[in-house]
């Protein structure tokens, strides 16, 4: 449908039907020193704009959607200004594509100008995926976006295909995981202007990798959060234990809530060259309309890709397998291309931490696991019917799911931020990594995991609010009650984000390290032969050793992954095996010649093999 504004400015705005709505959004250079401004604020009878150092002020023209659109002169990039509403108090930009100052301050006109060198870059297939998930701010001591390309070279020499960014979109304060978000449009200034991200992306495409950025829809955060001001964009009906919901379903506004959802996502793809994007909490994205928003939005994409000519990545983090998800939009489905399946964790942790729940499902010790790898999830929901446990008797196809062993929410949900090898062994750790890189799904790494990182993840926020801050602390503690909140730092201390600055390489755990490069590595060619694959695969367990075995068979190769997860590696001694062909890789190599054979195994080792048949 196209804009009904005034002919003055008809001409400059770009058809919503037709090309990327975020063209049609906020502050846009459209000459040297001439900026068109375009809010939605269609219960406001005056919007201004206000320039900052200029004492200037321009009434923009309200057009009959609701829309304030104004052409400004001598406004060029580097410009700061704020809205006013009727006369009311100063407010950022709602589609503000920098916050200089922060999520209270002015915003800033931002030149989109950017001298890509990233032309020749094709993306990465899904299959090829080896996801490193990383927060910008505590990925480098300085944590901004140049600093982190000093450490791509690292990620390229372990081997994983694509980085995954924590949140973007600006939140209070001088730290954040990112899940309170409130300026969607504008990266974090905490970790560099706009220009400097498109470095970064630019640097990582250079080095083979693509950038999946996480974004958040279903919520906003609570402080900062100036929305409301300006139009509906809420929800009366509908709610989240993190901020206020959008207003996807409401008849009069929801469809001018939608084009903001979907401007946004195609805003990070189109501006940034952003490879994919990794929707939260997607199950907790309420919409009782239809098409669902999540849906609305994935045609959407898929239209501006092929457009585009870009082969843009959809990942849900949906928890449990969602069987809706990964379906074309032609059939019924989402049309998603991955999802997030966390059965697969919870059900490793069951298993070397029995009795303890990281989750508010329940996971089963030995048998969640043996059934994740054999079918491949043990939860199951969609975006409107509840999770519950399911018995399935086919396996689904794993390829389209995420699976990790440790992730943001693994560590910092808890108290302590412990990562996996302090809870368990590093023994535990490599032995479970060896299950994660070899199944056909997606693997996916948290920072600092390929090397056995010793800093904690801690939750950690920079609210400014008092009662905010007890909130916080407060809501940690009634979401997880399972947990002891006695011991370490609270979120909202400094000192939760700076224990938590991921350390050097070389600082870490070179075993680890060489194991995960080997186990990749290994990953890439049993892919690259065939092999790894949802068709060729067989799982076993045997419950008396919890021994978990993936066997691959392809015409006359034979691959198998041998893993031994217990929660005591002193009380137990080494099982026999009977494997097919040469051993390939050996977690405790050093243990292994001294103590056991070939065909032995020892608690928490690991071990894979394969033959030709030739």
Known sequence: MKRSLSSQFESSLIDWANAAPHQSLGATLVGKNQTRFVVWAPERDQVEVELVGQDRKVKLQKNDDGYHVGLVEDCGPSERYFYRCDGGPQRPDPVSRYQPLGVHGPSEVVDPAFDWTDSQWQSVERDDLIIYEMHV?????????????????????????????????????????????????????????????????????????????????????????YLGEFAPYFSAKHGTPWGDAPNFDDPQWGSEVRRYVIANAIYWLDEFHIDGLRVDAIHCTRDDSDPHIVAEMSDAVRRWSEAANRNVLLIAESNVHDPEMNRPLAEGGIG????????????????????????????????????????????????????SRQTPETRTDTHGLVYSIQNHDFIGNHPLAKRLDQLTSPAAQKSAAALLCLTPAIPMLFMGEEFASSRPFLFFVDFTDAELQEAVVNGRRLEYPQHDWSEGLLPTEEAAFRSSKLESREDGNQSM???????????????????????????????DSSLYQICY?????????????????????PISIEPTGDLLLDSLPETSVEHVGVNQLLPNQAKIFYSSGS
């Open 137 to 225: 701010g505590a990925f480098t001591p300085s944590g901004t976006f140049l600093s982190a390309i000093e450490r791509l070279d690292e990620l390229v020499e372990l081997g994983v295909t694509a980085i995954e960014l924590m949140p973007l979109a600006d939140a209070a304060g001088r730290w954040n995981w990112g899940y309170d978000g409130v300026n969607w449009f504008a990266p974090n200034h905490n970790y560099g202007t706009p220009a400097e991200l498109k470095q970064l992306v630019n640097a990582a495409h250079h080095k083979g990798l693509a950038v999946i950025v996480d974004v958040v829809y279903n919520h906003l955060g609570p402080e900062g959060n």
């Open 336 to 387: 998603f291309d991955a999802q997030w399946c966390d059965d697969f964790l919870h059900s490793v942790f069951a298993v070397v931490r029995p009795g303890e729940q990281l989750s508010n499902r329940v996971y089963r010790s030995g048998t969640d696991l043996a059934q994740s790898l054999s079918k491949g999830f043990v939860f199951e929901g969609t975006m409107r019917k509840d999770r």
């Open 513 to 543: 390290w060489r194991w995960y490069q080997s186990l990749i590595q290994l990953r890439k060619q049993w892919r690259a032969a065939g092999l790894l694959s949802d068709a060729n695969i067989e799982t076993h367990y045997d419950s």
């Open 553 to 573: 068979v392809q015409g006359t190769q034979t691959a198998t992954v041998y893993s031994r997860l217990t929660t005591n590696e002193t009380d137990a001694g």
